[in-house]
């Protein structure tokens, strides 16, 4: 494959559209500690079984002790609690609050919106086929290498330069 301006390069388009995501979603989840990364945790303590704060880590993606504090504010604000795992009671399982729940209803609205907005020179079909593309990448990535440690991770990204 011949690169023949910056707009054909893989890395460009993805942080061109990565960026305006970011600023979309960031001004979608005001309100919410942590913004964007706090509505994921949200999402995922809404929505899915109860998960211990590790497994929720590992999840997401997100380093443990970044998660302690984002977890930390989300419990200030109401919208999480830290509950004793019936199965091992020195680990906390992580539940969203009713009052999460709402934040959460109205925090996706508004990500409806901003992802309406970043997709807007897209047809449906194209939005739909992106969508897609984006999750088969998406799984089949973090199926052959899961982040299981976010900073190796950006250790050895770095390392590559």
Not at 5 to 32: H, K, N, S
Not at 36 to 45: I, W
Not at 119 to 131: K, M, N, Q, V
Not at 150 to 161: D, K, L, Q, V
Request: one cysteine or more; glycine letters at 8%; charged letters at 30%.
């Amino acid at each position: 494959m011949t690169i023949q301006g910056i707009e054909d390069d893989l890395g460009w388009r993805l942080g061109v559209l990565f960026r305006a995501y970011l600023r979309a979603a960031d001004a979608a989840t005001a309100g919410i500690p942590g913004d964007h990364r706090g509505r994921q945790v949200l999402a995922v303590a809404a929505r899915e079984e109860p998960r211990t704060q590790s497994a929720l880590a590992l999840r997401l993606g997100i380093d443990k002790t970044v998660l302690t504090y984002l977890l930390d504010a989300l419990t200030e604000a109401a919208l999480v609690e830290r509950q004793p795992d019936p199965d091992d009671r020195r680990n906390r399982r992580v539940v969203a609050t009713a009052r999460g729940r709402e934040f959460l209803a109205e925090a996706d609205r508004r990500m409806a919106l901003a992802e309406d907005h970043v997709l807007s020179s897209l047809g449906d079909a194209d939005r739909a086929t992106l969508r897609a593309l984006l999750g088969r990448l998406a799984a089949g990535l973090h199926a052959a290498d899961p982040v299981d440690d976010p900073c190796r991770m950006m250790m050895e990204i770095g390392s590559y330069s």
